[in-house]
């Protein structure tokens, strides 16, 4: 305060840069430069407010076209073009979160190798490892929200964060993420091409639990004319005593 000539007596001096050039230049400093003297003892360039927006500017467009044009003519192409027309915090990703163009690699890696494009089915975190070597990659968090951002894009659903609607999501891609939990009982229904397993529980009119799994190894329809779906247990239990 005393070397500007200014009263502090609150505790705090604020005034834009050119205020203070204008007090410096009145001072026996005159000749130092202040910004010079401010580096030396930072060791780092100090930019204006002005030079930071562009060098943040020319750093977000150098990367959305060095992705855009690595990524043309791919699956993934037209939701990484949406995606950054769209996201609000692009900005902040790519200028200030270190693990951000690894994740954002891996996400359009994934959409471009999803299972249903060769007809397939894959568990989650096998799809995960093949991609990342990580198993859990994409169980949670922006790798998994982005993942699933873009396949609803892709096959232009809606994403509205429910667990059934992310589950729907990732099967529509050809993703599973469990196929052994996710299954419902039958009883004296068998498909017309089956294992001997099926033929077995058919035969005895026995119920059993027909898991994800089960049914994605099913080639062709279900050889019943007529199928009853109903929610509660206990009335299945009648059905299959009766029916």
Known sequence: GLLLGMDLDEGT???????????WSQTRFESVDFLEVLTLLRQDPLYSRRELRHQQALQVQTF?????????????FTFLEHYFKTDVRLVYHICH???????????LQALNALPVYQNKTELLPVFSW?????????????????L?????????????GSVDNRHDLLFQAGVLRDDLSNACLI??????SHPQSWQAFYDAYE???????????????????????????SVFRELALHV
């Open 187 to 192: 009883c004296h229904i068998v498909p017309c």
């Open 148 to 160: 699933l951002r873009g396949i609803a894009f892709h096959f232009q659903q809606d994403l509205d």
């Open 64 to 76: 959305c076209d060095t992705l855009l044009t690595k990524y043309a003519g791919t699956p993934a």
């Open 207 to 233: 119920p059993w639990n027909m898991t994800l799994y089960n049914l994605m190894q099913v080639e062709g329809p279900f050889s019943q004319s007529a199928i009853y779906m109903v929610e509660n247990p």
């Open 13 to 23: 001096l604020q005034l834009d840069y050119r205020s203070f050039q204008k007090q």
């Open 97 to 107: 979160e270190e693990g951000y163009p690894i994740l954002l690699e891996h996400v």
């Open 130 to 146: 093949r991609l990342t070597r990580d198993p859990h990659y994409f169980d949670q968090g922006m790798a998994h929200d982005l």
